[in-house]
């Protein structure tokens, strides 16, 4: 009886044992084959989501016209794969970009966003504390997900007073600085600082004309194509 419970036990370890064999490579097999899909799957192609105001979109162009649509013949030129949202609303505050951000970030998933906000805050007047608590939630929700941040400095006139000025022109580095983003620090350079800066703003002195698109393309593409590398 000993002897039969003996062999009987000596059948069900060497049972076991051959089991824990036989499934051993198939499961290393299984890892293997993971890993191997995860090394051969192409890389998820760049999204760059825009949010911006007027300058962004379009206002008072012949679509595709404006920087953005600029962009994308950019990357194509560049031959580097990508797809541009432009989310942009004429008239846009950063209060109005960050009540609409979580639903943009979550519809189109960007591996990249790009704020073109706060020139609107100060035509309005707007208490800069505000902008900056705007602009800082906006580039930390972006980066939760995962986003690279590029930010776009706006400047005022002077006749808005040399303070206000000078400490809105501070805002967007000071943000870019606090959070680790990039920054354009004027999105109008070459635009509105040349020596005849009305030829190249529409009648209403606010919106610069098409002519002026590329330069405006020109100041933010060198700092968004080191953000694709």
Known sequence: MIRYQQRRHFILSASIGLLVG???PHAMAQTAA???NAATAPARQPVILVLGDSL???YGLARGTGWVALLEKQLAQDKMSATVVNASVSGETTSGGRSRLAALLAQHKPS???IELGGNDALR???LKNTEENLT???QAAQKVGAKVLLVGMQVPPNYGTDYANRFAGLFATVAKAQKAAVVP???KGVADGPDPTRLFQPDRIHPRAE???QMLANVWPELKKLLR
Do not use: D, N, R, W
Request: charge should be neutral.
């Open 22 to 24: 036989l499934s051993a």
């Open 34 to 36: 993971k890993a191997a």
């Open 112 to 114: 990249h966003v790009v």
């Open 212 to 214: 002026a698109h590329p």
């Open 125 to 127: 007047g707007l208490p």
């Open 56 to 58: 962004s979109a379009e």
């Open 137 to 139: 939630f906006m580039t």
């Open 186 to 188: 004027f999105f109008l």
